[in-house]
């Protein structure tokens, strides 16, 4: 018998890649160019994650393909021994169902958060922000992406995506710097005084050098 190198769920990748890209999208609203860019890396991080999740296992191609018969399962291209972290755990259906529900649990808190900050923003018509989720950092629409993207590599680490991050992350960080000067032009000294009394995008104390 044959064994299989890809899982080939295709269609699992093109429906999970699709709700994960609309709801951000949708709360997120990118409309410059430099908010399109991010979202478009964004984006191939979720296509290429869901594509290893899957389609086929780059990852596990690449590690199997280095390493030969120390890999530490038996079954390398099996799509329980799919999640790296469970693999190192000892490969048990047990150790890959927990990261599975940590990662999970993440992500839907991400999205949680990222409609509850859209609504504030909606609601305030234009006007300056710093209540709710506002008065704790003072973007809870990209902590939301940080914990988004922090649930994926938990459930489904893979080579490609753990090179992404950091980039990912770093556009994030230099789109929001871009918005901020924009605030401080229009809101002047009051968001210069929002500023220095909340964190940029974790909420662990009242001061964060940006």
């Known amino acids: ?30 409309r410059g160019h430099g908010e399109w860019r991010s979202m478009g890396t964004f984006s191939a991080f979720v296509v290429a994650l869901f594509t290893e999740m899957y389609g086929f296992p780059l990852t596990i191609y690449l590690l199997t393909s280095l390493l030969g018969s120390q890999y530490p399962v038996t079954n390398p291209f099996s799509h329980l021994s799919g999640n790296l972290w469970a693999v190192l755990a000892g490969g048990s259906s047990l150790a890959s169902a927990v990261f599975m529900a940590v990662g999970g649990a993440l992500m839907l808190a991400g999205l949680f958060i990222m409609g509850r900050a859209w609504r504030q923003i909606y609601q305030a018509n234009g006007d300056l922000v710093t209540s709710g989720l506002y008065k704790r950092v003072r973007h809870p629409q990209y902590s939301a992406l940080i914990l988004i993207t922090i ?60």
């Open 151 to 210: 649930g994926m590599l938990i459930q489904w680490p893979t080579v490609i995506t753990l090179a992404m991050w950091p980039i990912l992350m770093f556009m994030y960080y230099r789109l929001a710097q871009k918005e901020e000067r924009q605030m401080e032009a229009r809101f002047n000294d009051k968001y210069l005084e929002y500023k220095r009394q909340v964190p940029m995008f974790l909420p662990l104390g009242q001061r964060q050098m940006v």
């Open 1 to 30: 018998m044959s064994e299989s190198y890809a899982y080939g769920i295709w269609l699992a990748v093109a429906i999970n890649a699709a709700i994960f890209i609309f709801f951000v999208v949708s709360f997120l609203r990118p």
